[in-house]
């Protein structure tokens, strides 16, 4: 299905589009912000997928996570989509900020009435990207990567662990590293999945995933200490770290803990290069400077 181009915006010499395509995964229509970078007026692009965190639309991280500028210096496109379908009429759909709209938690939900259209994972590795490399000719559709935000790092380390062949880089900021033993992902997990459902759980659950991970790993990973909710324990990436060490899959997992910094776009925002920078180099676009500096 194609998209439907309701804004375009000259950004950093390339172009950000407000997309909407209707999707039958999530049965809906869905909204997809695409930065193009200057480059990709005249060759093929890498693509990296942001995946956004709870109550955020595309908007959110395309407005305040800074990462355009570095994804313009480098030739790298960058793929914002919604975070949930939107408007199914699912009774208490809108009602809590951590479950039904804007908590899709990238999964496919098994449970009735959730299953019929919660299919965030299907959208974000299938329906969307094939939309997506059938519609733009610029990107690169061998050259993918997967990065994103608390939920949405969730759904970035969970993409990449469970299909290692799809994407060519991961990094993370904040993410919910064990949803099955905090409250968000409980929640999320018991609605979609269901209580008893424990092997779906480990099915979306990083912590569970790094366990049987076989062959290299490499992770940059991100949190602030001042973030509220990883002090909340809701995100806990010392548990990811731990099952990596156990499964001797830890060697090229960099979890770096920021002082002092939020669970919140000002974050993103100041490590936004890096985490860009850092993908170029595995997507092979950086330039020697970069490459002494990395
Ligand atoms: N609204 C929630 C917080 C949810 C939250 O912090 N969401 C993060 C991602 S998990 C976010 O990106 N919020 C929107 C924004 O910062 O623009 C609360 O009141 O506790």
Redesign the pocket.
């Known amino acids: 299905m194609s998209f439907t181009t309701n804004k375009t915006i000259a950004m950093f010499g390339g172009k950000l589009l407000k997309l909407t395509h209707t999707a039958k995964s999530t049965s809906c229509d869905m909204n997809v912000n695409l930065y193009l970078p200057p480059q990709a007026s005249s060759k093929k692009v890498p693509v990296l997928f942001w995946l ?5 639309t595309p908007d ?1 991280c395309t407005e ?1 996570g800074f990462l355009q500028h570095a994804a313009a210096k480098k030739g790298i496109a960058i793929v914002y989509p919604d975070t949930s379908p939107r408007g199914l009429n699912i009774p208490g759909e809108d009602d809590a ?2 479950f039904g709209s804007a908590a899709g938690f990238f999964i496919d939900a098994t449970q009735e009435p959730w299953n019929k259209g919660y299919n965030m994972y299907t959208y974000v590795t299938k329906e969307l990207p094939e939309a997506l490399w059938s519609s733009f000719k610029e990107l690169d559709s061998s050259k993918v990567s997967l990065t994103g ?4 790092g969730h759904g970035a380390l969970t993409l990449f662990l469970r299909n290692p062949t799809a994407y060519v880089s991961c990094s993370a900021f904040a993410p919910i590293s064990n949803p099955s033993a905090c409250q968000w992902g409980q929640k999320a997990f018991s609605g979609y999945f269901g209580e008893a459902n424990k092997s779906k759980w480990a099915e979306h659950d990083a912590t569970e995933l790094v366990k049987k991970h076989r062959g290299p790993l490499e992770l940059l990973i991100d949190v602030g200490t001042g973030d509220g ?1 990883y002090k909340e324990g809701q995100l806990l990436p010392e548990n990811f770290l731990a099952a990596a060490k156990e499964s001797g899959n830890d060697k090229g997992v960099q979890l770096r803990f920021q002082p002092e910094y939020g ?3 000002f974050f993103v925002a100041s490590f936004a290069d890096e985490h860009v920078e850092w993908h170029a180099k595995r997507l092979g676009v950086y330039d020697n400077a970069d490459k002494q500096k990395l």
């Open positions: 956004s965190g709870l109550t955020c959110n305040k900020y951590d935000f608390s939920m949405g909710f669970h919140d776009h």
